[in-house]
Structures are given as C-alpha cells and as structure tokens.
C-alpha cells in the first residue's frame, strides 16, 4: 500500500515538473517569441525550448502559431478558432484541442499565419515528427521512474496541460475581470496555472508586449523566466515596458 502511494505522490509530482516546464516553453517561446516576436531567443536556447515541447506536448511550433494568430486576426468574431462568444465557453473547454487540429488541418492557415517559419534542419530530423516526441517523452518517465509511475505521470500532465490551456481560450474569454475594453479576461489563479497565461484581458490589450503582468499586485510567471534569461543574455526583449493598443489605451483612459 505504502509503495502504491509513494508511486502516486512521485508522479504528481513529477506530472507538476513536467507540466511546469511545458508550459513556461509554451508562454515564452510559442507565444512570446515566435507569436508575437516580443522578445528574441538565442538560437541555443530556442532549440532547447523546441526539445521540451517536442517531449511533452508534441505540439509543431508554427501550428501554435498560425491558431494563435488567426486567433487574434478574429479574436470573438467569425473566423476566430476558439471563440467561447461564439460557441460557448463549456464547448471550447471540451473541444480545444478538436478546434485547434481543425484550424490546422485547413491549408490555408499555415500558408497565411505562419508563412515566417519554414521547416528547418531540426524540424525535418526532429520536431516535425510530433509522435515521436511524445513517444519518446513518454518512453523517457517509464524509463526514469518505473513502467507505470512514469506512464502515469505522464496522463497527469496531459490531461493538466491540456486543460489548463484549453480554459485560457474558454474561461479567459468569459470568466475575469476585464480592465480593458476587450472580450478577453483576467485570472490571477488560471495564470499561476499557465505561467502568466491567465492574464489574457491585458495580453489582448498590448499582444506585443512580452510582460503580461501590468499592475504590481498581478503575477506572470512567465516574465520571470524572460528576466532571467535577459540578465543571463540569452534572450532580448522588444521593449520592457507596456505598448497598449490604441483601443485598448482609449477604453483605460
């Protein structure tokens, strides 16, 4: 019994790890840096960044990218890929990851959003082949840490990954507050979660912005890690402070 549950407590906790890790590389490198080319990683760094994904979530960096964009090319109006305006907070919860492949599978939106990220050298070899990747993540905990607290680990992950990044589309466009005047919004404790993520209103106010964080009691984990690899000189940020829109400082204002 004891063995049971110490193999339960070693995969929470390596799940938090993994999960953690994941998700820094997601808000820093896919939506950041490549997103919104708020800030400039080493291209050592990036690759690092790209291997994490490619081992924990399997995700294509310019299939992120391209829903991403289009997403704030049609942020709540047609043609918007998750919008909880027009399908229903409850329904993008459940079906993000089906909207996301369906975004993708269409020809166009590579073509259009992501057009700026051509397959390299590491994509061909590596990163292009996303099962792999999560194969070999997967193969790696049950190698690590044993067959099934390994395997478990990694479907705490997933399913917390998944989830947690499907209610920034869902609940970061129904539940908040919303300092600006736009259909996103912000929670502190969704962006705990998400690195940062959770404090969508203010993304959608200044999207090119590299700090999502725009008041002193609000926490974005993400800009942490974006200082400390400035201060280290492994990554240059656009500008450091807030470039709202001109709509969303004409509503603050």
């Known amino acids: 019994m004891n063995s049971i549950l110490s193999s339960v407590l070693t995969a929470v906790l390596v799940a938090a790890v993994v999960c953690t890790a994941a998700n820094t590389c997601t808000t820093v490198y896919l939506?950041?840096?490549?997103?919104?080319?708020?800030?400039?990683?080493?291209p050592s760094v990036a690759v690092?960044?790209?291997?994490v994904l490619w081992l924990s979530t399997g995700i294509k960096p310019k299939e992120w990218v391209a829903v991403h964009r289009k997403h704030h090319a049609y942020t709540d109006v047609d043609g918007d890929p998750h919008s909880p305006v027009l399908l229903g907070w409850k329904k993008v919860q459940a079906k993000n990851v089906a909207l996301y492949r369906a975004t993708v599978l269409?020809?166009?939106?590579?073509?259009?959003?992501?057009?700026?990220?051509?397959?390299?050298?590491?994509?061909?070899?590596?990163?292009?082949h996303n099962k792999t990747g999560l194969l070999s993540g997967i193969a790696i905990l049950m190698i690590v840490f044993g067959?099934?607290?390994?395997?478990?680990?990694?479907?705490?992950?997933?399913n917390v990954y998944l989830a947690s990044n499907?209610?920034?589309?869902?609940?970061?466009?129904?539940?908040?507050?919303?300092?600006?005047?736009?259909?996103?919004?912000?929670?502190?404790?969704?962006?705990?979660?998400?690195?940062?993520?959770?404090?969508?209103?203010?993304?959608?106010?200044?999207?090119?912005?590299?700090?999502?964080s725009h008041r002193w009691f609000?926490?974005?984990?993400?800009?942490?890690?974006i200082k400390a690899l400035t201060?280290?000189?492994?990554?240059?940020?656009?500008?450091?402070?807030?470039?709202?829109?001109?709509?969303?400082?004409?509503s603050f204002n």
Do not use: C
């Not at 950041?32 to 990683?41: G, K, P, Q």
């Not at 609000?218 to 890690?225: A, T």
């Open 231 to 250: 201060t280290l000189h492994l990554a240059t940020v656009r500008f450091s402070d807030i470039r709202l829109t001109a709509t969303a400082k004409a």
């Open 147 to 158: 067959p099934w607290t390994g395997l478990l680990a990694a479907f705490i992950h997933a």
């Open 106 to 128: 269409d020809p166009t939106t590579i073509d259009r959003y992501a057009k700026d990220l051509p397959d390299d050298r590491w994509d061909k070899v590596f990163f292009g």
């Open 166 to 212: 499907a209610a920034v589309n869902a609940l970061g466009h129904h539940f908040g507050r919303r300092p600006y005047d736009n259909r996103a919004t912000n929670l502190q404790w969704l962006a705990f979660f998400t690195m940062g993520e959770g404090l969508h209103n203010n993304h959608h106010a200044a999207p090119s912005s590299p700090r999502l």
């Open 31 to 42: 939506h950041r840096a490549l997103s919104h080319r708020a800030l400039t990683i080493r």
């Open 48 to 51: 690092l960044f790209r291997a």
């Open 218 to 225: 609000q926490v974005d984990p993400g800009w942490w890690v």
